[in-house]
């Protein structure tokens, strides 16, 4: 049986879902998502890992369709609700769906992928008694899921984690983090992530907390925490930055209620993106919590935190998580000892299984002796790794520097007049690759002149950038990244 499934049926009673103005319990959920699964299965015994793509909004129908999907024997494939139809196209063509789950609001999208291929398109509505449900028994060597990576650098990937990946990622947080009960959290985030999916949903279920779901609105989510329940927050750096502007422009009385509130949650997390110091500052004025900060990507879950209890060190990921091991190498594959930058490479249970049909680039993506190459580099500085970017679009080499597009960036987000930025390398001939900076700025008053002298008084000369650009807001993905390859086309290769 699912781990998830085995654990809800621990408190039948407890609240598990908030959505859209009804309270739903474990004993609701386990009996709809049974039902459900029955309807997937259409007679047979066990879907055998069918992929079974899905387009449903966040709220109950999302959990009991996974959970279904899950019981029934197939692996899901949550499909990101904001993507254009050749976005999704590639998806279903990739993992050859079987079977397309939607919400009402999907169904056209949905029948325009199902039709061409003639897929069984399933309402996710559609409703039998789960009276007489017969379901397969799932172990934890099946495969589970497949999302798919942001495709910044390449095509995305499809990720394949098994329950038994998923089973070490949510164990290693619940331990961590100390999941209870008597948690309630909102998600807010888009639901074809890990972020959401596991930390936010996974993770408060298997212990039997509550998850309400919200549509994000800076009002909306101070409007919850008023109401005193919330006590775990899990959100990106954008969403904290927005939270932020929306209280600073509230009166004063307002904005000491949702601070005095605020106060009382047990838990704050950022994830999914760096977060800038800056951000995470302000965040500890308005909130009283020091955002605890963590690192993971698709292919791991979350492998490096923040600790819950003991010092938050800005600017830096934490330390290994329960069960994950984490070294650095340089780039000859050597472990490095001591505080020299270097890849960070994961192994534990909670590593992925493979590469959806591309056994080369997972090979690619593993060393010899078992250790998964995750792209990012790190330093290890007084036992907490501080992350300098990802190899391919944060670290810029430069006249034979390895630069972090990251501490740049921490420094020209504490310039007055700037409001955002994001540096990125451009080729360039004589030096390998320039550092180039994309500003959204305050006022168009700001001097370039002036501000690469204010620069050479915080960074070193070999770090200030070359050159510069100015947009009105930077390209993000639907997890807040910003979309660095989009930047490059304002800087022609030197």
Excluded at 284 to 310: D, K, Q, V
């Amino acid at each position: 049986m699912v781990a998830l499934v085995q654990h809800a049926a621990q408190h039948p009673q407890n609240t598990a879902i908030l959505a859209a103005g009804r309270s739903y319990t474990y004993a609701e959920l386990l009996d709809a998502s049974a039902a459900f699964a029955s309807v997937l299965l259409q007679g047979e015994t066990d879907l055998q890992e069918k992929r079974v793509a899905f387009l449903v909004d966040p709220g109950f129908d999302y959990v009991k369709v996974l959970w279904a999907i899950w019981r029934a024997g197939g692996i899901a494939v949550p499909l990101c609700l904001s993507h254009p139809l050749p976005s999704l196209q590639y998806v279903m063509e990739d993992t050859a769906a079987d079977i397309i789950v939607a919400g009402r609001s999907y169904q056209a999208k949905a029948e325009a992928l199902a039709l061409p291929k003639s897929l069984r398109l399933v309402a996710a509505e559609e409703h039998i008694s789960a009276d007489q449900v017969t379901l397969p028994d799932i172990t934890t060597a099946r495969r589970a899921m497949i999302l798919y990576t942001s495709g910044t650098t390449n095509l995305p990937k499809g990720v394949v984690t098994t329950f038994s990946n998923l089973e070490a990622q949510i164990t290693a947080l619940v331990q961590a983090w100390e999941y209870g009960e008597k948690d309630h959290t909102i998600c807010i985030l888009p639901l074809h992530h890990v972020h959401g999916i596991l930390n936010v949903i996974s993770c408060t279920l298997w212990a039997g907390g509550c998850v309400e779901f919200l549509a994000f609105s800076a009002e909306g989510v101070f409007d919850v925490f008023l109401k005193g329940k919330i006590n775990v927050f899990m959100a990106v750096p954008t969403i904290y930055f927005k939270l932020i502007a929306h209280w600073e422009t509230l009166p004063p009385q307002a904005q000491e209620d949702i601070s005095a509130v605020m106060k009382k949650l047990r838990l704050m997390v950022s994830g999914s993106a760096a977060l800038p110091v800056s951000v995470m500052e302000k965040w500890e004025g308005i909130s009283g919590h020091r955002l605890l900060e963590r690192y993971g990507m698709t292919e791991i879950g979350m492998a490096i935190s923040n600790p819950y209890h003991g010092e938050r060190r800005a600017g830096h990921i934490g330390q290994a998580l329960p069960g994950v091991s984490i070294r650095l190498t340089d780039d000859f594959g050597k472990e490095i000892d001591g505080d020299q930058p270097g890849e960070i490479q994961v192994k534990g249970g909670n590593v992925f299984q493979a590469y959806w049909n591309k056994p080369e680039a997972t090979q690619a993506s593993f060393t010899d002796d078992g250790w998964f190459r995750t792209g990012d580099v790190a330093v290890l500085e007084a036992g907490y790794y501080r992350i300098l970017g990802r190899n391919s679009v944060d670290i810029i080499k430069s006249g034979g520097y390895k630069i972090s597009a990251l501490e740049i960036e921490e420094v020209l987000r504490t310039h007055p007049l700037v409001a955002d930025c994001s540096v990125v390398g451009i080729p360039d001939e004589e030096w390998g690759e320039l550092v180039a900076a994309v500003l959204v700025v305050k006022s168009d008053e700001l001097d370039i002149n002036a501000l690469n002298s204010w620069l050479r008084e915080n960074l070193p000369a070999y770090k200030t950038p070359r050159l510069y650009h100015m947009l009105p807001e930077l390209p993000r993905n639907a997890m807040g990244k910003v979309t660095k390859n989009d930047l490059k086309k304002y800087f022609p290769e030197r």
